[in-house]
């Protein structure tokens, strides 16, 4: 299951780099403008689907070192998930959740971003390698909207909110461009 979900987040970093890559030939400025007052720049927007990584590494790390008894997933926190993944699929907008917008940031470089990610991606592929068998089917990460789910859940949330902000970042993309 360990190199299921390895793939899964390869899928994650190969997604979120393309990102970057679509957008390292833009200025500072270009980078960090956003289209309207009520729209994120792509600096903001990358950033969000980078903080959601991250946050789920650092969350599930530190469950790791509590002592807390697992459970396994339930039939109910199973369909939550799948009712996640259809809602991330549509073209609904979704509130930010609380621990996220909280870290919203008003400016951020290009390069710094892309050391914040590669620095994240490390250490949730040491993470997988080394997460205990015996916890795979149980609840590592609880989700703002559907609460517990398991590593492989996780990740494979983090594949759709990565894809759900595609459209996102190349509609401001083409936006600031044409400014």
Known sequence: MKNEILADLNKVEVLYNQYLEDTETMTDAQFNQKPNADEWSLAQALYHTWTAI????????????????????????????????????????????PQLKDKMIAHITHQELKEKSQDTFARFKTLIETFPKELETNEIFFHPVIGWINLQQSVGFLIEHTLHHKAQIYRIKEQVLKS
């Not at 946050?55 to 199973?78: E, G, H, P, W």
Request: aromatic fraction near 10%; charge should be positive.
């Open 54 to 97: 991250d946050l789920t590494v650092l969350f599930i790390n530190k469950q790791m070192t509590s002592a807390k008894q697992r459970k396994s997933i339930t039939l109910k926190n199973s369909i939550r998930y799948i009712l996640l993944k259809i809602a991330l699929f549509s073209p609904l907008k979704f509130k930010v959740p």
